[in-house]
């Protein structure tokens, strides 16, 4: 009887791991089908992975959260196991892309195709094998839109909806594929069609936040970006943007937050982090950057983002020969308009302002409608008392629809500098609107003022200054001059 029992124990074992086995990957593939990666790749890492989906929903898991190397090697397995399915080929695909590597991505996407029943109807298949397809030539209609093939994306948004015209991943894939081509009103439309058919839908209402960005409507951008965050905490790509317009508005805590959700979300994303490393950078925590970054360079010492952030750290620290070393490091085709204002610092700061204007001339050939590009610019020439050409730098940012209020301060001084007292209240007044807080505005405007002898309001303004700088001795001169108290 004994041996009865053990022989019974020794056949229960083994069901009763691969009934746990088999829980914990159906737990895993729930978690990737609902976009949660990061649980999926916490509970797919301890299964084993001796079945097509268990490679096929590890490698996805991996992939979303940033570890494509890795990634590719488990799809692969995926396709060993079984290469006559198409998903593990789809993803491939996907990750090439990711890679620019359009045409390995289009051999992949072509491998999927053959194994997907195109050659049914809808009312042949089932609700699993059409979503299948819809999900596969959603992420080659990406995939072409990245490549710059529009017509081709839409032509495959188009088949797909023969399967399902009220899926809400169409009508994105549709809205980011004319969201490509610049027609903003029909990108919008799809969104909006896609929240139709699905409210709350978040890479719908992040697509329109796509679109908000591109037309400069910043706030509205945001907005949006914020609501697809809240509509679905691990819908990494809004957390990165969000993250970014926050650190334009130079709102770096908020940028860090966001920022610091990415990175938990996609752990393997190099741009991620040094995204992070740059919101503490933009916040004055110049060694706090300068760690994060050197954690990414350990990885991957050849990374040309984490190498031209480290540049502008160094920038700061005002150690300008090693600054240019890891500029240096990075390729021409990856440097941008503002690699290019960044590095003419070097040159402004050493008053050699001829190379700092041959690369501020790179920075506008780079992005013309940048207009970072043209505030920067204004202050360089500025440093230089290069007044009236510094104004109209300024005021091309300004038309531009330039974020950082600064540019408007900076307009202001210059119009006080060449004696156009009315112009440099009118423009400081302006940036005090959008910004209230920015004590140099009060003073410069007070400057105006006195200068124009409107003694009551320069008095006024030269209060307000103090209370930002409350020691000023300059301000605190200009009170009793002018018969304050």
Known sequence: MERVKIKILFILVPLLYCSVTFAQLDKGIEAVKRGDYLTALNILKGVSKDSYEANLYYGIALFQTGSVKEAEKFLKDAVKKDDERPEAYAVLGEIYTSQKKYNEASAEFQKARKYLPLSKSKDQLDKEEIETIISILKAEAESFIADGKVDNAITSLTQARTYDDRNPKIYVGLGDAYLARGAYEPARTNYELALKYKSGYAPAIYGLGKVDFRQKKYSSSLENFIKATDADNNFAPAFFEKGLIFYLLDRFNDAIEAFERYDQLVPGSRRGKTYLAKSYYGKGEIDRAMKILEEVLSIDPDYGEANKYYAYCLIDKKEYSKAEDYFKKVNSDDLNAEDFYKWAKIYQDKKEYSK??????????EDPEDPSVYFEYGKVLFSEQKYQEASEKFNKSIDLGVINVAAYVYLGICHYYTKEYD?????????????????????????????????????????????????DEFALGQIKKLGGN
């Open 423 to 471: 112009k440099s209240v009118e423009i400081l007044t302006r940036s005090i609107e959008l910004n209230p807080n920015i004590g140099s505005a009060y003073l410069w405007r007070a400057n105006s003022y006195a200068s124009a002898n409107k003694n009551n309001e320069a008095i006024a303004d030269y209060k307000k200054y103090l209370e930002f700088e409350p020691n």
């Open 356 to 365: 700092a204007y041959e690369l501020l001339d790179k920075a506008v050939s």
